[in-house]
């Protein structure tokens, strides 16, 4: 704010000015005090713990990939032994999915050109907490990055063991550097499920049945049809919402109802929203908008009918006689 503003700004505009930019700042705070955030990572931004002091995590921003990322650097240079490597998750195991461990490794002679081992390829083998991960890709005197996904209940929140296998099938002569480990994984609240499914066909017109469970207890305030929407294009292509009841059925589940029937071949759309304006979760101090790409931010479609399956049609008259 120099000179240059104040002389073609009278003292008023400018108290004005400042006083309304405090204003608007005063309520962006508040809205993430009310949503009980924490953090201060801007939308969209992963979260990184980087294990490498020991202590607890720091926390860090990555640019691409969403998701919230455990790691330990482990420089262990290229060792005949079998690795142990500690990585604490101070996250329950059920509120991770699409779980993955992304590991950079020195000299996995799988493919070994020169034979330079007679008791036959080097395998190197996998573990998360005893759990079967995979096998190490890689090749003589480089380095590969092996990543496996696998099933978020193998993780155990605390200490989770991640071993390699060194040479499993004992040729005794390989040996395999570890450079870092990584686990990482969406966390925290999102949509777990939603009837009816992204995609669906022929939604009975005048039985949707549209519910959204979530993955943790809901703030019931913070649910209505302004934070879980159903719309569809009208004829003019333009976004029309549908004025739906929505409340919570169970502490979790949220069902959503229209007002009357649903149009016949038209495809609706079912809006989750994100952020301190969206859903919330139940005062657990947790806001999905520092959770990034993939928290709580969920779009799916599905179109209704207003022609039943066969099933559903002969179910019909049964009932109706
Ligand atoms: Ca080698
Ligand atoms: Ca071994
Ligand atoms: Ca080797």
């Known amino acids: 704010m120099g000179n240059g503003f104040t002389e073609v700004t009278n003292p008023m505009r400018y ?14 705070l508040g809205a993430y005090q009310y949503a009980g955030c924490q953090d201060t990572a801007t939308e969209g931004s992963p979260i990184l713990y980087n294990m ?3 202590e607890s995590p720091e926390r860090q921003t990555l640019k691409e990939s969403g998701d919230t990322v455990w790691r330990k650097d482990v420089n262990s240079g290229c060792s005949y032994v079998d690795h142990n490597i500690t990585i604490n998750i101070p996250v329950e195991p059920d509120e991770i999915s699409d779980a993955k461990i992304t590991m950079t490794n020195e000299d ?12 036959g390829p ?10 079967f991960i995979g096998r ?34 004992n ?23 939603t009837t009816p499914e992204d995609g669906q066909e022929n ?5 949707p049945g549209i519910t959204v469970t979530f993955s943790q207890e809901v703030k019931k305030e913070s649910v209505s049809n302004d934070t879980i929407i159903l719309e569809y294009r009208n004829q003019q292509g333009v976004w029309t919402k549908v004025n739906t009841e929505v409340k919570m059925v169970s502490a979790t589940k949220a069902q959503v109802t229209p007002p009357g029937n649903l149009l016949d071949g038209i495809r609706y759309r079912m809006r989750v929203v994100d952020g301190p304006q969206g859903v919330l979760a139940k005062g657990d101090g947790r806001c999905s908008i520092t959770l990034g790409v993939g928290g709580l931010d969920r779009r799916w479609s599905f179109s209704a009918s207003n022609s039943p399956s066969l099933f559903a049609s002969s179910f019909a008259r049964t009932w109706s006689r």
């Open 108 to 119: 996995v002679d799988y493919i070994d050109p020169d034979e330079v081992c007679r008791g």
């Open 136 to 169: 190490l890709e890689g090749a003589n005197n480089s380095w590969s990055t092996n990543i496996f996904s696998f099933p978020s209940s193998y993780l155990k929140k605390g200490d989770n063991l991640i071993f390699v296998d060194t040479d499993a099938t």
């Open 203 to 207: 939604v009975p017109w005048d039985a």
């Open 122 to 131: 080097e395998v190197d083998y996998l573990y998360i907490n005893g759990n």
């Open 171 to 193: 040729t005794d002569c390989w040996c395999v550097g570890v450079g870092y480990v990584e686990i990482s994984g969406k966390v925290g609240f999102r949509v777990a499920s």
């Open 15 to 28: 108290r004005i000015f400042s006083f309304s930019a405090f204003l608007i700042l005063t309520l962006i």
């Open 52 to 54: 490498d002091s020991g």
